[in-house]
């Protein structure tokens, strides 16, 4: 399977239809996010599943357990291949996303996004490392019984040999050489993919390039 998700970050459904559209053949999936989600809603989602590519729901659901367990239940007719939801909502808000999500869709749980250091992870009163936080938090993800987790490249390799059966995504990707815009925790598709992750999510190395194909074309030749 071509691991390459292109995170289709834009509120703009013509847009969105024409990256899919122009994307599809060369990565293996596209997500959607708050961004797209917002402006777009369930018939937007709908309407990029139905250009082909398998679809990572990225609504990144974190609150008390029933109302997850709803808002997924809400989710379940767009039947996405991933969703996510945040570890942190605890181990009952993880069973309840998963037990009300259809069979085929991975529930995945972001542990520390990619965006935060040990800086910003120590301002919200987690004196741990990143790695040490990502570490509790996959455990806590296995236990609940989703079936993997989000995280940086710098893990991912440590995480998979504790959880070998696990679905592990990774964003905070840049090709050598790009910007790395907010992101905090990087690695090459190559580190990432070498670490074991399941799905390189890539957003602006693809869709902020003057020709997204041929960037796409280029990451994905080189893994
Ligand atoms: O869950 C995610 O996909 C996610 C988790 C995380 O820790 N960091 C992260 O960047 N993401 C998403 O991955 C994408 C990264 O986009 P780029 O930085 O443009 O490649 C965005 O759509 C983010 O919402």
Same mark, same amino acid.
């Given at each position: 399977m071509n691991p390459v998700f292109v995170a289709i970050d834009t509120p703009d459904l013509g847009r969105a239809r024409e990256l899919a559209t122009g994307l599809a053949g060369i990565v293996g999936g596209a997500k959607l996010g708050l961004e797209f989600f917002g402006a777009n809603g369930p018939a937007g989602v709908a309407e990029i599943a139905g250009l082909g590519l398998p679809i990572f729901?990225? !609504?990144?659901l974190h609150d008390i357990p029933n109302t997850v367990g709803k808002a997924v239940a809400a989710l379940a007719p767009l039947e996405p291949a991933i969703l996510t939801v945040h570890a942190a909502g605890g181990r009952a808000m993880l069973a309840a996303a998963k037990a009300a999500a259809p069979l085929s869709t991975k529930v995945v749980a972001v542990t520390v !996004?990619?965006?935060?250091?040990a800086g910003d992870l120590a301002e919200a009163g987690v004196e741990d490392a990143p790695a040490k936080q990502v570490e509790r938090l996959a455990a806590l993800a296995h236990a609940a019984g989703v079936d993997g987790i989000v995280c940086s490249g710098e893990e991912v390799g440590t995480a998979r040999d504790r959880w070998p059966g696990g679905f592990f995504v990774v964003p905070g990707i840049r090709p050598e050489g790009s910007d790395l815009s907010d992101q905090k925790r990087v690695v090459s598709p190559i580190e990432a993919l070498e670490g074991g992750a399941s799905v390189l999510v890539i957003g602006r190395p693809i869709t902020a390039a003057p020709d997204p194909a041929a960037a796409a074309r280029r990451i994905v030749a080189a893994l």
């Open positions: 729901l990225d !609504l990144k !996004l990619t965006s935060l250091d």
